[in-house]
């Protein structure tokens, strides 16, 4: 069986948890392109070695962070966001481009 630490709940089976993608810079909402949108939602560089990525643990619905060797699939280890993060973005309501 393969475990995973959740910073919040501690070791837990892999099964538990469900992917996210990887940790990548967020454009701008209100000043980007919809290709570069489409991008940062869509896309991944796939990079072969340790990479920070988003992982939930589904029965807490608890999101956090990984760093995690791709090539290996050893999880290095896992943090909470708040490590990197220091604020919340808020998305306002605007109309639809034309």
Do not use: Q
Not at 13 to 39: Q, T, V
């Amino acid at each position: 069986m393969k475990l995973m630490h959740c910073p919040l709940n501690g070791p837990r089976n892999i099964s538990e948890f469900i992917y996210g993608g990887e940790l990548k810079e967020m454009p701008s909402p209100e000043s980007c392109s919809d290709r570069e949108w489409a991008d940062y939602v869509f896309y991944s560089d796939n990079t072969a070695g340790v990479v920070t990525e988003w992982w939930m643990h589904v029965a807490s619905s608890y999101w956090f962070l990984a760093e995690r060797h791709t090539v290996t699939d050893e999880v290095l280890r896992t943090f909470d966001p708040k490590e990197i993060f220091t604020h919340r973005v808020t998305f306002t309501a605007t109309e639809a481009r034309p």
